[in-house]
C-alpha cells in the first residue's frame, strides 16, 4: 500500500490533533472560547487592580487550575513593577458536560427514532428502541466530563507585604509553585 504525501501529512496532523488534546492544560496564555476555553486571561480594573482567570481543559485537575491562577497573578505583579498582592475574592467554577456515543438520528428514520427513556435506581438512566437488538441491554458509553475554571481580582501593592491572610509575596509564589507548573511543549 503506497501513501501519498498529502494523505500521510493529513494523518500526521490528526495525529497530532489528538495527542495535543490528551495533556492537561499547560501555563499558557488563553485560547479557545466557551466550554474549550484554556489557560489564563487577565484584565485590569482600575490602576493595581485586576481580574486574573486560569481555565484548565477537562485532564487538568482542580489543584493544578488553582496553582496556576496564584502563580499568574504573582507573575502579573512583577510585571506591574509590584512586590505583594492582596487577593479580594477567589472562586473556582466546576463546569460539567455529559456526552453519549449513541449518537442522536442513527436510527432508521434519520433524526426521528421512537425509543423511550426510564431511569432504574441501580443502573441509571436506560433507554429502549424497537428498532435494536436487545431492549434492556443497549450497549453505549455515557461519558461525563468536568472542567474547572479560577477567577480571583487581585490589588497590587509595593514594599512590604502586608500581615494579611489574603496578600502573597509575588517572589516567594513563584520561587515555590515555579517547579510545580508545567510550561506548553514545543511542537
Given at each position: 500500500?503506497?501513501?501519498?504525501?498529502?494523505?500521510?501529512?493529513?494523518?500526521?496532523?490528526?495525529?497530532?490533533?489528538v495527542?495535543?488534546?490528551?495533556?492537561?492544560?499547560?501555563?499558557?496564555?488563553?485560547?479557545?472560547?466557551?466550554?474549550?476555553?484554556?489557560?489564563?486571561?487577565?484584565?485590569?480594573?482600575?490602576?493595581?487592580?485586576?481580574?486574573?482567570?486560569?481555565?484548565?481543559?477537562?485532564?487538568?485537575?482542580?489543584?493544578?487550575?488553582?496553582?496556576?491562577?496564584?502563580?499568574?497573578?504573582a507573575?502579573?505583579?512583577?510585571?506591574?513593577g509590584?512586590?505583594?498582592?492582596?487577593?479580594?475574592?477567589?472562586d473556582?467554577?466546576?463546569?460539567?458536560?455529559?456526552?453519549?456515543?449513541?449518537?442522536?438520528?442513527?436510527?432508521?428514520?434519520?433524526?426521528?427514532?421512537?425509543?423511550?427513556?426510564?431511569?432504574?435506581?441501580?443502573?441509571?438512566?436506560?433507554?429502549?428502541?424497537?428498532?435494536?437488538?436487545?431492549?434492556?441491554?443497549?450497549?453505549f458509553?455515557?461519558?461525563?466530563?468536568?472542567?474547572?475554571?479560577?477567577?480571583?481580582?487581585?490589588?497590587?501593592?509595593?514594599?512590604?507585604?502586608?500581615?494579611d491572610?489574603?496578600?502573597?509575596?509575588?517572589?516567594?509564589?513563584?520561587?515555590?509553585?515555579?517547579?510545580?507548573?508545567?510550561?506548553?511543549?514545543?511542537?
Amino acid at each position: 500500500m503506497k501513501l501519498s504525501a498529502k494523505s500521510l501529512a493529513l494523518a500526521l496532523a490528526g495525529g497530532l490533533a489528538v495527542a495535543s488534546c490528551a495533556y492537561p492544560t499547560p501555563y499558557q496564555p488563553a485560547t479557545g472560547t466557551g466550554f474549550s476555553r484554556a489557560g489564563y486571561s487577565d484584565e485590569m480594573i482600575e490602576p493595581n487592580r485586576f481580574r486574573v482567570s486560569f481555565a484548565g481543559n477537562t485532564l487538568t485537575s482542580r489543584e493544578t487550575v488553582e496553582r496556576y491562577l496564584l502563580y499568574r497573578s504573582a507573575q502579573l505583579t512583577l510585571e506591574q513593577g509590584g512586590d505583594f498582592f492582596v487577593m479580594v475574592n477567589r472562586d473556582t467554577d466546576h463546569q460539567q458536560r455529559t456526552y453519549n456515543s449513541q449518537p442522536f438520528g442513527a436510527g432508521p428514520y434519520g433524526y426521528w427514532s421512537p425509543y423511550w427513556s426510564y431511569y432504574r435506581p441501580r443502573y441509571g438512566w436506560r433507554y429502549w428502541d424497537p428498532f435494536y437488538d436487545d431492549p434492556f441491554g443497549r450497549n453505549f458509553d455515557v461519558r461525563t466530563v468536568d472542567r474547572y475554571e479560577a477567577v480571583a481580582e487581585i490589588m497590587i501593592g509595593r514594599g512590604p507585604k502586608p500581615n494579611d491572610v489574603h496578600a502573597f509575596d509575588a517572589r516567594a509564589v513563584i520561587q515555590n509553585l515555579g517547579p510545580q507548573v508545567e510550561m506548553p511543549r514545543a511542537r
